[in-house]
């Protein structure tokens, strides 16, 4: 093995020991029957190929579809949401499941008060009014939500419900915009930077193959 061969292998296999480091803690084709309700599932997963591929086509919608889904108030049925979109989309799941981290017992009372008051704003723009939101109801419709006591307050929180959730599409639509765009921006580095190894690789035989016309005659001299 030549050395410029043995440099092509020693970057890919480094990037694929990277690649698996980051996603050992996320849903894959090798570990999708320890989870507990993709589990149910993970025969058909492990038949469709496009839910693991990290090529832009599958990548790309698996990031909108996961920005916004981590941030809408469905918390606590992200994961099989994240299973049943991948499989809509054809998006890779280990990143739509992998941002679901970021809705965890720490932010999601944050981000859903956020997302309502975006959704408030923007309601506002357009002429419908939202009534304001305290903190204390995030709280009771988190509770009521993972609980299934809704109390006295059913219109109210499906209100806030709505709204919170257009604010969740809002937000996750950017942040989805944002992370698609460093996405392809990676994946053309990555691709560009394995084409001039390969180029490393086969030149020295493309030359051996293809001696130019002065090397030729010097040998026949």
Do not use: C
């Not at 839910?51 to 086509?57: C, D, G, L, Q, T």
């Not at 049925?77 to 739509?96: D, F, K, M, T, Y």
């Not at 903190?135 to 809704?150: A, K």
């Not at 989805?176 to 035989?205: D, F, M, N, Q």
């Amino acid at each position: 093995m030549s050395e410029e061969e043995n440099e092509f292998h020693e970057t890919k296999w480094r990037r694929i020991r990277r690649v698996k480091r980051w996603l050992r803690p996320l849903p894959r084709r090798a570990t999708i029957h320890r989870y507990p309700v993709l589990k149910i599932f993970s025969e058909a997963a492990r038949k469709r190929v496009y839910i693991w591929s990290f090529r832009v086509e599958n990548a790309v919608p698996a990031i909108y579809a996961g920005s916004i889904l981590t941030l809408m108030p469905l918390y606590g049925i992200q994961l099989p949401l994240s299973l049943l979109l991948a499989l809509l989309l054809r998006g890779n799941l280990p990143i739509l499941a992998g941002l679901q981290i970021v809705s965890n017992p720490l932010t999601v009372i944050p981000i859903w008060f956020s997302a309502y008051q975006i959704g408030r704003h923007f309601l506002g723009v357009i002429g419908v009014e939202a009534a304001p939101l305290a903190r204390s109801e995030v709280q009771t419709l988190l509770f009521n939500f993972t609980h299934g006591h809704w109390g006295e307050k059913m219109d109210r929180l499906l209100t806030v419900f709505g709204v919170t959730s257009l604010g969740s599409i809002i937000m996750g639509t950017f942040f989805g915009l944002i992370g698609s765009i460093s996405y392809r921006i990676v994946a053309s580095r990555t691709a560009a930077s394995y084409a001039v190894l390969k180029e490393k690789v086969h030149l020295p035989k493309l030359r051996k193959s293809h001696p130019a016309p002065n090397e030729d005659k010097k040998a026949s001299d």
